[in-house]
């Protein structure tokens, strides 16, 4: 267990952005044969709110094919259906009998839905546990956060922490990684937001069409200050506009004087990042039984090692193997 694996997830609850490919996947790439790295599409967690099966079902594998055109290597970097590891759900409820009530009932998604009212499933209280599950599952060391994943992280700790105290030395107790390569991409529209994969009219799909991309660009909210510098409290739209190009480029922008020369040029540099994705991924998408294949050998990849955990963890709480 002291090998340095890590992992990254993917929710199929929309279309991957931009946003995910700068902060998410081009980090994962970036460790692939440097890191034991796992890639995994939750689509249990996309049913802690009403949706649509066969979107989910769709989203799941657009997200793995485009994860393949972006450049996972399947061969160094396993991409997993959670659901396909049925090892995940198990050690999900062994973890929920070392879990508190409190402690799940104050993260901050069931305390933003529940504080509504109306109807929320119990599986939104209980998936901050299904995260931890995915992480000890795998004795994974790193896991890439971002600010809004910490608290769900920091459970995870406290879970494998108590668990080893209690119990014996059962889990590998993770680290929060910030990748080096990792961008903080904000929707167009509104800039103080983070682009989101199912909200907002400021995000780029990876597999936006060029004149879709030109055009959400080309609205991207702006300011009146007339000056291209970065500032993200009086300019948050200029300033994510020149990160989005500092992170597709490594440069800044040529021309400081011209907003509309600022969009130019982010314009082609996102898309000249998304084109060979969408060509590889028209390429995979016709066929779609190679992908699946895909996915059937990273579950089977990551099951063994899954299942030596399951065993431990049922072991250490005195259950009959």
């Known amino acids: ?11 199929p609850t929309g279309h991957l952005h931009l946003g995910n490919l700068l902060g998410a996947l081009r ?22 709110l009403e949706h649509d099966p066969e979107r989910v079902r769709a989203l799941t594998l657009e997200q793995a094919t485009v994860m393949l055109a972006a450049g996972v290597d399947p061969e160094r970097t396993p991409i997993v259906v ?31 839905k529940s504080a509504g009212g109306g109807h929320v499933r119990l599986s939104l209280l209980t998936y901050p546990v299904l995260m931890a599950a995915d992480i000890l599952l795998h004795d994974v060391v790193q896991v890439p956060v971002g600010e809004d994943q910490n608290q769900h992280l920091e459970l995870a700790r406290t879970i494998a922490t108590r668990f080893n105290s209690r119990y014996g030395p059962t889990f590998t107790v993770p680290e929060g990684v910030r990748p080096e ?9 509104e800039p103080t937001t983070k682009m ?20 959400t660009i080309g609205r991207a909210v702006t300011d009146e200050l007339a000056e291209v510098r970065r500032d993200p409290e009086k300019q948050p739209g200029v300033t994510n506009l020149i990160d989005i190009l500092a992170a ?74």
Do not use: W
């Open 82 to 112: 959670q659901s396909h590891v049925p090892e995940h759900t198990e050690l999900h409820y062994l973890l929920e009998c070392v879990t508190g009530f409190g402690e799940a009932a104050r993260m901050i998604q069931f305390k933003e």
């Open 27 to 48: 980090p994962l790439l970036a460790v692939q044969g440097t890191t034991d790295s796992i890639a995994l599409i939750a689509d249990l967690h996309a049913m802690t």
């Open 196 to 215: 989101g994969k199912s909200t907002g009219s400021g995000r780029i799909a990876l597999l936006d069409p060029p004149d879709v991309v030109r055009r």
């Open 1 to 11: 267990m002291t090998t340095t694996r890590r992992l990254t997830g993917f929710k």
């Open 181 to 189: 390569a990792a961008a903080r991409v904000m929707d167009l529209a």
């Open 248 to 321: 597709c480029t490594g440069r800044e922008p040529a021309d400081t004087h011209s907003y509309g020369a600022l969009k130019r040029e982010v314009t082609d540099a996102v898309e000249a990042l998304l084109a060979p994705i969408r060509a590889r991924h028209a390429e995979l998408a016709a066929d779609p039984g190679h992908v699946r294949k895909i996915l059937a050998e990273g579950a089977a990849r990551v099951r063994p090692r899954a299942s030596a955990t399951v065993r431990r963890t049922r072991t250490a709480l005195g259950l009959l193997n």
